[in-house]
């Protein structure tokens, strides 16, 4: 049995916003066996059987002289002696949300951030009708709840099962509940189960090609080789060796370049090259923070695809931390064609958190333009000659996204927004509403913007969107927001000719997200129901349903 506890924010801080929708109180039983018009899910060894109820082969029966409602499906029920024991139940803390589908695996479930959704079974004679969206009705007709509803307590006793027996009160007539808000909901879009890979995490893609590191040291991820595959299922084919200790991250990948940042932290005899940098570094004992506060050198790297010799681009440290453990980053970077970009500390007399970005051709080896800014520069693309980059101030002010269409412009601030990005002649950035909408246009024609409206969706609240990928006539973005009062995140595509854009579901908590060479990559950090486990995945965009 477990204790009463809080949730925790899964992904930064995000502040909470009330919800208009219905407070369903769950009281959870999973024992034994139910009684259901259908099978649960279909994982094997974690999810219960459900059998049909004994009143009818198909579906629980409703009490006497209730009139079924039309249209409506009979919902999966625990037998008596299983409802009886909900009685001795704890209840627990959790957040979940009713959801439900009328072709899935099961009628109901309860979607939650702390753990695997949960299989819903309901009081004798209760039913589900879809509107498209799921009403549950009582035996009388009354819709009890709607998709979206809150569960905010619960109590745990099986696996995957859970009874809402606090729903409406014995021997009380149960009182409607509102419905959502009025607005039109995002699309679902599911991928084809054939058109979807899985990536190794930490690959950059480029089409069906990717480039990644194997071989890597198990708990840090450091060392290995990194390999480039051409396309799923091919044999990988060595580039290069990463030492022992370091670490190759970012990684970008091109027609015919990869790049990537070659980083490691720890105690170093002399002192790095970049001017003003510390001459060492001693090991820094905090528990649970690794290499806290310590400098971590880089050097950006460079290689062609079809073979050659390894070159170094720039090299550099940085010692600006933050945050917990004071962790260093190291420096941006981007990709396209044959032009590489990346930002360096560049820290002078009265502008400690300046930054310089550095714009250069690989095949010519000609700096294109460097570019300083006294405080950090962020979420660097490139498209061709066009560049886009963030500006945050070292004052604390809002940033702003800042463009350039090609060499001979100077960049200038686009938009006061969180961030952007450009790719095939495209360009989007973040609305800075803070309501998650994003804004796109071609890039010669930023005038004529047309705004992309965050997701709508039961429950999920945007507040963000971050980061963001464009390429050709494809936008998509991760939708930072909030599922009742804890974070979570949505993967939202949008494709020129669809009337909006659409959710994409089946994969939890994506955190990372790549399009190039017409396919789009994204992580998943949780299982979701009977759907893909945890991981990186990979599709081409012709596979849009």
Same mark, same amino acid.
């Given at each position: ?36 018009? #259908? ?51 704890? #209840? ?34 209760? $039913? ?31 696996? #995957? ?13 149960? +009182? ?120 971590? &050198? ?21 010692? $600006? ?31 400690? /958190? ?8 690989? +095949? ?5 333009? +460097?570019?300083? %800014? &006294? ?7 490139? *498209? ?10 070292? /004052? ?9 269409? /090609? *060499? ?23 609305? /800075?509403?803070? *309501? ?20 709508? &969706? ?14 050709? *006539? ?15 995140? #949505? ?52 596979? %849009?349903?």
């Amino acid at each position: 049995m477990r204790n009463a506890r809080s949730l925790p924010v899964m992904r930064g801080e995000m502040s909470a916003r009330p919800l208009v929708l219905a407070v369903v109180a769950l009281l959870v039983v999973a024992c034994g066996t139910a009684s259901s018009p #259908r099978t649960s899910g279909p994982t094997a060894g974690s999810t219960p059987t459900v059998t049909p109820g004994p009143s009818s082969p198909t579906a629980a029966a409703a009490p006497a002289g209730s009139a079924i409602p039309a249209g409506t499906i009979a919902l999966p029920t625990l037998t008596a002696a299983q409802a009886a024991a909900a009685a001795n139940c704890l #209840r627990d803390t959790w957040y979940w949300v009713l959801r439900g589908s009328a072709t899935g695996p099961w009628l109901t479930w309860a979607e939650g951030i702390a753990g695997p959704e949960m299989q819903l079974v309901w009081p004798l004679g209760y $039913r589900a009708r879809f509107t498209p969206l799921l009403e549950v009705l009582a035996p009388d007709g009354t819709i009890i709840a709607r998709e979206g509803a809150p569960i905010t307590t619960a109590c745990e006793l099986g696996s #995957r099962l859970v009874y809402p027996d606090g729903l409406i009160p014995p021997n009380v007539a149960p +009182t409607p509940v509102g419905g959502l808000p009025e607005a039109t909901l995002t699309p679902v879009m599911e991928w084809p189960t054939s058109a979807v890979q899985s990536l190794q995490p930490g690959s950059a893609i480029y089409g069906p090609a990717s480039a990644g590191t194997i071989g890597t040291a198990p708990r840090y991820n450091t060392g290995g080789t990194l390999v480039i595959v051409d396309a799923p299922g091919a044999a990988p084919h060595r580039i290069v060796t990463i030492p022992a200790g370091h670490e190759a991250l970012p990684i970008a990948l091109s027609a015919d370049w990869v790049v990537w940042v070659e980083q490691w932290y720890g105690p170093r005899a002399t002192a790095s090259s970049v001017a003003g940098s510390p001459t060492g570094a001693s090991s820094v004992s905090t528990p649970g923070c690794l290499y806290a506060g310590q400098p971590l &050198d880089w050097r950006v790297m460079a290689a062609r695809r079809d073979g050659g010799a390894t070159n170094v681009v720039a090299t550099g440290t940085n010692v $600006r931390g933050g945050g917990e453990c004071d962790w260093i980053a190291g420096p941006g970077l981007a990709l396209s064609g044959d032009r590489v970009a990346w930002t360096a500390e560049a820290a002078r007399t009265g502008h400690p /958190d300046a930054t310089t970005l550095t714009v250069r051709s690989l +095949t010519s080896g000609e700096t294109v333009r +460097t570019l300083s %800014f &006294d405080g950090t520069i962020t979420g660097i693309t490139l *498209d061709g000659q066009a560049l886009l980059y963030g500006e945050m101030p070292p /004052d604390g002010m809002a940033g702003h996204v800042m463009f350039a269409a /090609d *060499d001979a412009q100077e960049p200038a601030v686009l938009r006061v927004a969180a961030n952007g990005a450009i790719g095939g002649g495209r360009i989007a950035w973040a609305s /800075d509403t803070g *309501d998650g909408s994003v804004w796109t246009a071609a890039e010669g024609s930023i005038g004529s913007a047309v705004r992309l409206a965050a997701p709508v &969706d039961p429950a999920f609240i945007s507040q963000g969107a971050n980061p963001i990928v464009v390429e050709g *006539d494809v936008v998509a973005w991760i939708a930072e927001g909030v599922l009742g009062d804890t974070g979570t995140t #949505r993967v939202v595509v949008w494709r020129s000719g669809w009337p909006s854009a659409r959710l994409m579901t089946g994969y939890g908590q994506p955190s990372v997200l790549q399009l190039a060479g017409g396919w789009l990559a994204w992580d998943s950090s949780l299982g979701w129901m009977d759907g893909p486990p945890a991981g990186t995945y990979r599709a081409p965009v012709t596979a %849009f349903p």
